[in-house]
């Protein structure tokens, strides 16, 4: 299935965090927070600055959830982006 955002959103899958600590201390999921790190799966035509493939920053509680066969993504305006992390 195909999903094209409409306005100034992108659809986001958010990226893994991790499960253990520096010092091989495993995470339990009650205690991770949610990463506020994603990669960009589709945009808008009217997004110019945001492509797909793009690693992004956003807010805590930014976007939408949403599942589409199975998985989850977000759907945020561009305005609740922070900025694009580069290597």
């Known amino acids: 299935m195909i999903f094209q955002p409409l306005g100034k959103r992108v659809l ?3 990226l893994e965090e991790a499960t253990t600590t ?3 201390i495993i995470i339990p999921d009650n ?3 949610k990463p506020s790190q994603g990669t960009v799966i589709s945009v808008s035509t009217e997004v110019e600055n945001v492509a797909t493939g793009d ?3 956003f807010g805590k509680y930014a976007g939408n959830e ?5 998985k989850s993504y977000l759907v945020i305006e561009t305005d ?3 900025g694009i992390l580069k290597k």
């Open 12 to 14: 986001v899958q958010r």
């Open 31 to 33: 205690a991770k927070e």
């Open 55 to 57: 690693v992004v920053v």
């Open 66 to 70: 949403l599942t589409i066969d199975g």
């Open 22 to 24: 520096a010092s091989g």
């Open 80 to 82: 609740d982006l922070f």
